[in-house]
């Protein structure tokens, strides 16, 4: 899973503290986001794309190989 965090972080003139103060976790949680090594929960996600007034679709991308099932 890839992120948009960082870019529109920058686009907002956002810290990752300051982001991360605005939905309610660690700015260490924003890093590990932003580094695709932290799936997040549902409304945190949803919190976050809150925040930069986007489609959760928007701010997290899945790549399509993440969603086939392997059998």
């Known amino acids: 899973m890839r992120t948009r965090i960082k ?22 949680t924003i890093v590990f986001l932003e580094q695709g090594k932290y799936n997040p929960s549902l409304k945190l996600a949803y919190d976050i794309a809150q925040v930069f007034h986007v489609a959760i679709e928007e701010l997290f991308l899945f790549n399509d190989e993440d969603s086939v099932s392997k059998t």
């Open 7 to 28: 870019e529109l972080r920058a686009r907002d003139s956002l810290t990752q503290e300051d982001l991360a103060k605005r939905v309610g976790v660690r700015r260490e």
